[in-house]
């Protein structure tokens, strides 16, 4: 069964802590340290918020039902699979496959037992009324204490009796002194760990604090199952008088260099004060080298790469007082030092103890790799031979890296920045997605470059890394020596010709993409939405391609030709980022910005000139008012081009985005002020002017917002633009 114990109010800070410097306990990006045994040390984050809290309390039930699967193995002599013990102890399932009548007995108290014991929202009053009267349960679990044979289930037993007596108030101390014999026993068994779990927790809340602290923190340690309980019901020392209670209940400065240890575990301890406290009590306590690592490991967010926290640990402090520290073994001291040398760019003394610690750890894979990220962190330029250098280096360790892929990954984020001091944009290109590469990325002269790139002999180790990582993502196809674009590659290819309005080159690729159906139909120009209205269309890409291909053969011919201009003038609309088709130029279309400036403006630009064209030898005054329209659209759409906000990207700061001021507002009249104030809108004026009597304009005036909000600049709250 999973031992579930009442966890206490957590998460109160300790009223008796110094002050602690500044410090952010942000996700760790990488992480370069190997893992230790102790509880807590492997959590990278704070032990206080609640996604570690809930980590931890996962991972304890899916070890502790591990174990407790292993020893009911163990105790029914391996005649059954941990499966159907699973199903005998947890599911309660095939119980008949169970011979053993005290076993059975044993998980029928269980079932019996467990709902007095866990706390569920939904039960019923009925299924309450209907639970076994608790006291009975509790009087069979003593009971079988005394009377059955075996020692194992006596446990067991004592453990169920203790866990209903502390969670319905039934003297549960008691209970405990009367069978706490029981554990005298040599048996190693994790139903020991849960007893005195339940034992702490039953001083606590008998008015005990400090007792309950004390017995609570027997469990800190490596070798017990439910160990972080007893820094979650530390916060319970509140007090400068219990705290001194709690260091007289001490057995020897082992147990009181635990307690220290365990204080610095809060944020907002004194880290440096604590550790010196340790020190004065054992300078080699293993608590000292616990508590220092988990301030090393907690440093590891140096080198994060997009962190928003201001990074302010006070190394100095540290390397001060480390300085002054002489133990035994000096190892973790050393490893500290050498690591907050490194942060503070003190590189000769960061490679002065870093050689040391090689010489007496020649085999210590985490100093060497410490070595490795000081040798990458001196680095200022890359060249062949450097890459040919680091290639070597970082294989030898990620051979043997076994908590993440730390080294690999940071590898190249050094690279890209190398590459990106010395201007090369494609190798720091590749180093940037050297673990996944986005179709998104390309635009036609990366994608070719890519390619080119693939095909070529390399004149490195780390290039040939390059083209072995982007082997496996399968973007290329090897055919007769040459690499040739996969089906994503070559439906990008696609997208990226058509927004090139390569329209025949697109045609010509012959991509699978191209029996695809074009939801909206890209020579429509409707008044609502991005003309997303109406009929879905059931034209194919390659339709499409097909039919703007032929209008723009006829433009050739005629120039003038009205509605050539006009079609030809939509569909360029609309694959531009305002209009209804521009799921045929990009893989993925963001809601509110785009990248392809120049592209975006040279078809709105054509979009405005066949408009005009149209306009200029059109006859019919209906179509004249709808043309009138489009180009009031493109207008809009020009604006919003031209005083986009250019930003660079979050994870890529040589990628830029632009980011539309006019994107999704409400309220945001001042935008068409501007808009007006910088000289547009003369299309919506001369909609007015010369075709407000028309049947078009009076439908545009119902259903149109941002004409709306034009004319009437002064409402406090327009609606959404729609183009």
């Known amino acids: 069964m999973i031992f579930r114990i009442l966890i206490l109010a957590l998460f109160i800070k300790v009223s008796l802590l110094a002050c602690a410097d500044g410090w952010d306990y942000n996700q760790k990006e990488f992480i370069f340290l190997e893992n230790r045994n102790m509880p807590f040390s492997n959590v990278s984050e704070e032990v206080n918020s609640a996604n570690v809290y809930n980590t931890i309390v996962w991972a304890y039930e899916e070890k502790n039902k591990e174990e407790n699967l292993k020893e009911w193995k163990k105790e029914l002599k391996d005649v059954y ?42 039960m019923s009053d009925v299924e309450k009324r209907a639970l076994v009267d608790y006291k009975k349960l509790l009087d069979e679990a003593l009971n079988k204490i005394d009377t059955v044979n075996s020692s194992w289930l006596k446990l067991r037993y004592f453990y169920l009796a203790l866990r209903l007596a502390h969670y319905k108030k039934q003297e549960p101390l008691k209970i405990y002194e009367k069978y706490k014999y029981l ?3 040599n048996d190693k ?46 916060f319970h020392i509140k007090t400068n008088e219990q705290w001194n209670e709690l260091l007289n209940l001490a057995k020897s400065n082992e147990e009181k260099t635990k307690f220290y240890a365990l204080r610095a575990l809060n944020e907002n301890s004194n880290v440096i004060e604590e550790l010196q406290n340790i020190y004065t009590l054992d300078k080699n306590s293993k608590w000292f080298d616990f508590t220092l690592y988990r301030e090393l490991l907690n440093t590891q967010h140096f080198f994060n790469q997009h962190s928003e926290y201001e990074r302010n640990f006070p190394y100095k402090k540290y390397i001060e007082f480390l300085n002054t520290i002489k133990k035994d073994d000096m190892y973790l001291v050393n490893l500290s030092l050498a690591y907050f040398n490194l942060y503070e760019k003190n590189f000769d003394e960061s490679t002065k103890i870093t050689n040391e610690l090689l010489k007496t750890y020649p085999n210590s894979h985490e100093v060497q790799t410490l070595a490795y990220i000081l040798y990458l962190e001196k680095l200022n330029s890359v060249d062949i031979k450097t890459e040919n250098d680091i290639y070597e280096k970082m294989s030898k360790l990620t051979k043997n890296e076994t908590n993440s892929t730390s080294i690999h990954d940071y590898t190249f984020v050094v690279l890209e920045k190398l590459y990106l001091k010395q201007n090369d944009k494609f190798n720091a290109f590749l180093a940037n997605h050297i673990n996944y590469l986005d179709d998104a990325v390309f635009d036609l002269a990366l994608l070719e470059k890519f390619r080119i790139f693939m095909e070529n002999p390399k004149d490195s180790k780390i290039k040939e890394h390059f083209a072995s990582k982007y082997s496996e993502q399968k973007l290329l196809n090897k055919e007769n020596d040459k690499f040739v674009l996969s089906k994503n590659l070559l439906n990008t290819k696609t ?6 309005l390569k329209f025949k080159e697109a045609l010509e690729l012959n991509a699978s993409i191209l029996n695809e159906k074009v939801q909206f139909n890209p020579f429509n120009g409707l008044i609502r939405g991005n003309n997303r209205s109406g009929k879905q269309d059931t034209m194919s890409i390659k339709e499409f391609l097909e039919k703007v291909i032929v209008i723009q053969n006829e433009l050739e011919k005629n120039p003038k030709s009205v509605m050539d201009n006009y079609l030809y003038a939509n569909a360029l609309y609309n694959l531009s980022y305002f209009g209804n088709s521009n799921i045929l130029t990009t893989v993925y279309r963001s809601v509110f910005s785009f990248s392809d400036y120049d592209l975006q403006k040279e078809k709105i630009d054509l979009s405005i000139k066949h408009f005009t064209t149209a306009l200029e030898e059109a006859k019919e005054k209906e179509f004249k008012a709808k043309i009138t329209y489009m180009l009031a659209k493109s207008e809009l759409a020009s604006y919003d081009i031209n005083y986009a906000s250019k930003t660079a990207d979050y994870y890529n700061k040589d990628f830029y985005r632009y980011d539309l001021e006019r994107f999704w507002y409400y309220g945001n009249e001042k935008v068409y002020n501007e808009y007006i104030k910088n000289n547009y809108g003369k299309y919506f004026d001369k909609l007015k002017d010369e075709f407000s009597d028309t049947n078009y304009y009076n439908e545009l005036i119902r259903e149109c917002a941002n004409l709306r909000i034009y004319q009437k600049q002064d409402i406090k709250k327009p609606k959404p633009a729609i183009y």
């Open 81 to 122: 699979s941990l499966e159907e013990i699973e199903d005998f102890v947890y599911k309660r399932e095939n119980l008949q496959n169970l011979k053993d009548k005290d076993i059975l007995d044993y998980i029928n108290l269980v079932k019996r037992q467990e709902k007095h014991v866990t706390y569920n929202y939904y």
């Open 183 to 185: 554990l005298d026993s």
């Open 189 to 234: 068994t994790i139903v020991k760990d849960w007893i005195l779990g339940l034992y702490a927790g039953a001083l606590v809340k008998s008015g005990k604090v400090v007792e309950g602290v004390y017995e609570f923190s027997k469990l800190f340690s490596e070798d017990k199952i439910n160990s972080h309980l007893s820094y979650y019901n530390f």
């Open 495 to 500: 997208k990226l010709l058509i927004n090139n």
